[in-house]
Each structure stands twice: as C-alpha cells, then as structure tokens.
C-alpha cells in the first residue's frame, strides 16, 4: 500500500526514468537495456558487453512505490519470465573489491601484508536458500529496512543521491555485468568470471 | 675468470643480446628472429627522425643501445617529420608512433601536408597513409581547436552542460556541473567520472590529455557506498 503522496511518488518516476531516456543509447551501449517503465515499477535488463557470446544473466525491477519517502526497493528477476531469481540462479554476486587496509604483521612476524576485502553487494541467506537474495546497499529499501542497518537510516542518504535510479543502476552494472569478461565452467557449476573492480 | 661482454639492441619492443660488438644488418634481422632476412625492412629509431638499415650495413652496439622496428616488405616509405628526414617500412605509420618518436608533445596537433596544397590534420589514433603520392610533409602545430569544449555531465542520471578550455582539468568541469546540478551533498572525491563505454576517467588529467572532444557525454555516479 502506497503511503507516501502518489503524485510525489510519479512525479519521481517520470523525471529519473526520463532522465534515463535522454541518455537510452548510452546505456544500451553499456548493456543496460530499459525494458519498461509503468509506474510504479521500472525493469532494467543488464547485458555483458566484455562478454562474447553476450548474457543477458538478470535484470532488476526498481519500484517506486512510497520513494522518496521510503529508498526504492530493487529486486533481481529473470529478464524473460519475471521470476525473482533466487540466489542458486544469479550468475554473479557482484564482488566488489575494497581497498585494502593498513598493513598487518605476519602470522610468524617476519613482514607485513595487505588484506583485501572482496564484498558482494548481492546477499542471500544461506540457510533460506528459497529466498531471493538482494543488493545491500545504502540507498536501497532492503538494506535500510535490514535490522542490522537500524543505525544507517534512509534519511542520511535521501539528500545525497545514492538512492536515485541511476546511481543504483550504475553500481549494478559496475559490478554486476560490466567487469564480466570471461566464463567459469566447473563440473558442478556455470557461472561469470569478474575482473577486480576495485570501490 | 674471463667474462664476456654483451651488448644489447631491441627490435619491436624485445631486448636481444650479442656477445659481438659489432654486427651488420642481416644479423640483426636473424637474431631477433626475422628470416629469411631479405624479406624484412629494418628501421632505426632515432631522436626525432628514422632511418634504414640494410642488409650488409654495420650495426655499433658499443654504444646507445639501437632500437629497431621491423616490417615484412621490400618497401621503404621517405618523408619527413618536422623537417627530418624518416623512413618506414609499412605504408602506413600509426599517429602515436609519429607523436612517440618525434617527441610531438600531446598540446600539438600532427598535422600533413599534401603535395598540391592543403593540410590534413591527423586524429589522435589515427593513421597516415604513406603510400599516396601527396604525404611528404609531416609537422606538428599547437592545437587549433575550440577555445571551450562543452561537454554534458550525466550526473546521477541528470544531464548537465558545461564548458571548459581544452587545458582544464576535468574535476574543474566536474566541480562546475556539480554545482550547478545542485549536487552538493557528497564530497568530490565520493564521484567517479566515466566516458560513454564506461571506461573510468582520471579527473586529475585535463580535458586535452584525455582526449574530451567538443559534444562530449560523461557519466558522474556516486563510488558504491559501505556495504553488507
């Protein structure tokens, strides 16, 4: 149920999905292809364009009911059939890698390394593996809605722009297609190989 | 203990060794893998200019270490690059080899001159024919471009339009659209610039160093924020 003005809402939508239009060849030269956009849901198709033969391994349907009030919520379906992927179906976790941190001393004291963090913005639970997994991130309604984030509330972000449409769909293809430039093949699994793409 | 002496010449980027001091021009060719010999062309990089080493022509290696380029042909292209005399031995000499070897610094556009009049100004990446009758004259002037570039800032999604001169740094423009699409909430370091494939752009360079033409689309999107 909509609680937030539905016109403020819509008046939303029209302007950041057209702003997206002015910009259509551009994306679709990334691989990010706009499927459709009827309020209050936009469904983004995300291609791998480093990739030959190209995928098309998801896309995302952002909806805007109740934004700005609330982030817009973004969940990962199946571009052909609409199912929200569940997380044994996504190809790509969306690693993310961190800078590293200080260095720290060896195990046996005699140098000193670096560690490298690789995040994954897509997060599932594993003990749910029937739940569909979602992108943790400050500007979207699962990540402030998670009660791990109770202290990163929505209204720290709402003025700075990391919850628009394009800010997110930006980072989702930065990590989820853009650096997909091989293919991982196991006896057990099929999946997309990322260059580092570091934060 | 006797140690020999090697000496050192490169040929299409490779480094070989010689223990002779001096070799001629066939056996540069073969050493560096180039045979039968007679088929290849042997060009010398010089400061500024080129020449040809033929086949039974003495090759020094005791002193600078020589750099050479090869190409497969019987052919030999002269023309000269401001005012030197260079030759190559493909039909075709790429801009950045005429911009590396003559030292052609990047605020200057390379510029040929046609046998019969006019001059073509040659794109950065691009190539120059030398097979025609016309190129003979190859020089370099400063940049005769714009005196602004204007360039549309994509930001979060917003087209916005700025102007700059060709030597502005691109976080100048960037610090620019950035105000006046009242994007002010995040610091100017939290922004990534990217051109239209996406290629992540240094905002440190200028908007000449990175090649930013007039029209010019660029994307500003907010570096991913702490998650998990």
Same mark, same amino acid.
Request: glycine share 10%.
């Given at each position: ?107 046996? *004291?005699?140098?000193? /390394?670096?560690?490298? $963090? #690789?995040?994954? &913005? ?8 029937? @739940? ?43 990590? *989820?297609?853009?650096? /997909?430039?091989?293919? $991982? #093949?196991?006896? &057990? ?8 793409? @570091?934060? | ?228």
């Amino acid at each position: 149920m909509q609680t937030a003005d539905p016109a403020v809402s819509r008046l939303k939508f029209e302007r950041e999905v057209g702003y997206l239009r002015e910009i259509e060849q551009t994306l679709v030269s990334r691989g990010i292809w706009i499927m459709s956009a009827e309020f209050p849901v936009v469904k983004v198709a995300f291609a791998t364009v480093n990739l030959r033969p190209r995928f098309v391994p998801f896309a995302v349907k952002v909806d805007f009911t109740d934004y700005d009030a609330l982030p817009l919520a973004i969940t990962f379906v199946d571009p052909f059939d609409d199912h929200e992927l569940l997380p044994s179906e996504m190809m790509t976790r969306l690693p993310r890698v961190m800078q590293p941190g200080p260095a720290v001393p060896t195990e046996g *004291g005699g140098g000193m /390394v670096l560690i490298q $963090q #690789v995040v994954e &913005l897509y997060q599932s639970y594993p003990q749910h593996p029937g @739940a569909p997994g979602f992108l943790c991130l400050p500007g979207t309604r699962a990540y402030h809605a998670h009660p791990a984030h109770s202290g990163d509330p929505w209204e720290l972000h709402r003025a700075g722009g990391e919850g628009k449409l394009f800010a997110l769909l930006d980072i989702v293809w930065r990590y *989820g297609v853009a650096s /997909v430039d091989h293919i $991982q #093949v196991t006896a &057990l699994n099929f999946g997309l190989g990322h260059s580092q793409v @570091a934060a | 203990m006797t140690v020999k002496l090697k000496y050192a010449f490169q040929v299409d980027g490779i480094d070989y060794t010689s223990e002779d001091s001096e070799l001629d021009g066939r056996q540069v060719r073969s050493k560096s893998g180039h045979d039968p010999a007679a088929n290849y062309v042997l060009i010398e990089i010089h400061d500024r200019y080129t020449t040809s080493v033929g086949l039974e022509d003495p090759v020094d290696l005791t002193k600078e270490k020589p750099i050479y380029r090869s190409f497969e042909s019987d052919r030999e292209y002269t023309f000269t690059v401001e005012n030197l005399g260079w030759i190559w031995g493909a039909a075709k000499i790429a801009e950045i080899d005429v911009r590396t070897i003559g030292k052609i610094a990047a605020d200057r556009d390379i510029v040929i001159e046609v046998v019969g009049g006019g001059e073509i100004v040659v794109p950065r990446g691009g190539e120059i024919d030398l097979s025609g009758k016309g190129v003979e004259r190859i020089y370099s002037r400063k940049v005769v471009g714009p005196a602004k570039i204007h360039v549309t800032f994509v930001i979060n999604g917003e087209p916005t339009k700025v102007e700059g001169k060709p030597n502005d740094q691109l976080v100048k423009l960037l610090e620019k659209a950035l105000k006046d699409s009242e994007n002010t909430g995040q610091p100017i370091g939290s922004w990534q610039v990217t051109d239209e494939p996406g290629n992540v752009l240094d905002v440190t360079k200028t908007l000449l160093e990175l090649g930013i033409h007039e029209g010019a689309i660029l994307l500003a999107s907010l570096k991913a924020g702490a998650a998990g």
